[in-house]
């Protein structure tokens, strides 16, 4: 099978996998959390999107890949990164707590549309093997931020139930 074929399968995969994952593993845990300690587990998560500066790597990816795409991608994920620790830093001072969880899910999800938008300008299928190591970001790692971001808003938005 080529590329163009397989790429596209495994990510919608991916987000089939992990929406399972999250809604029987996930949800369950944080649902009966209050609003702070949930933001603050997918802050957690979050936390980890330094690992995206292996995008900019020498070595670890393909010469081919478009530096574009991987400059993007790796400094999208560096900052959402930055933002998600920001955010668990300062959770004893919630005003700027809030601030960082709104800013690092409002750059978390604009780095992710926008590293859609560069695949699909430079045809990142048929370029899938110049991923080398970090072809399981997209597939695997990916769908779980989108997912809890899309969560993340959803938290943010609702009103706040009386307890």
């Given at each position: 099978?080529?590329?163009?074929?397989?790429?596209?399968?495994?990510?919608?995969?991916g987000?089939?996998a992990c929406?399972?994952?999250?809604?029987?593993y996930?949800l369950?845990r944080?649902?009966p959390m209050?609003?702070?300690?949930?933001?603050?587990?997918?802050?957690?998560?979050?936390?980890?999107r330094?690992?995206?500066?292996?995008?900019i790597?020498?070595?670890?990816i393909?010469?081919?890949?478009?530096p574009?795409?991987?400059?993007?991608a790796a400094?999208g994920d560096?900052?959402?990164?930055v933002?998600?620790?920001?955010?668990?830093?300062?959770?004893r001072?919630r005003?700027?707590f809030?601030s960082?969880?709104?800013?690092?899910n409002?750059?978390g999800?604009?780095?992710?549309?926008?590293?859609?938008?560069?695949?699909?300008q430079?045809?990142l299928?048929?370029?899938?093997g110049?991923?080398g190591?970090?072809?399981?970001?997209?597939i695997?790692y990916?769908p779980?931020?989108m997912i809890?971001?899309?969560?993340?808003?959803?938290?943010?938005?609702?009103?706040?139930?009386a307890?």
């Amino acid at each position: 099978m080529s590329p163009e074929f397989l790429f596209p399968i495994q990510l919608v995969l991916g987000y089939v996998a992990c929406l399972l994952v999250f809604v029987t593993y996930l949800l369950p845990r944080l649902r009966p959390m209050d609003r702070f300690n949930a933001q603050r587990a997918i802050a957690t998560l979050h936390s980890f999107r330094f690992f995206g500066l292996v995008f900019i790597l020498p070595g670890v990816i393909g010469p081919n890949l478009p530096p574009s795409f991987a400059n993007f991608a790796a400094y999208g994920d560096f900052a959402t990164g930055v933002l998600a620790l920001l955010a668990l830093l300062t959770a004893r001072i919630r005003p700027l707590f809030w601030s960082f969880v709104v800013a690092f899910n409002l750059m978390g999800t604009t780095d992710i549309i926008v590293d859609y938008v560069h695949a699909i300008q430079f045809n990142l299928p048929a370029l899938a093997g110049q991923l080398g190591a970090t072809y399981v970001i997209p597939i695997i790692y990916v769908p779980m931020l989108m997912i809890t971001h899309v969560v993340a808003f959803y938290w943010l938005l609702r009103p706040q139930a009386a307890r």
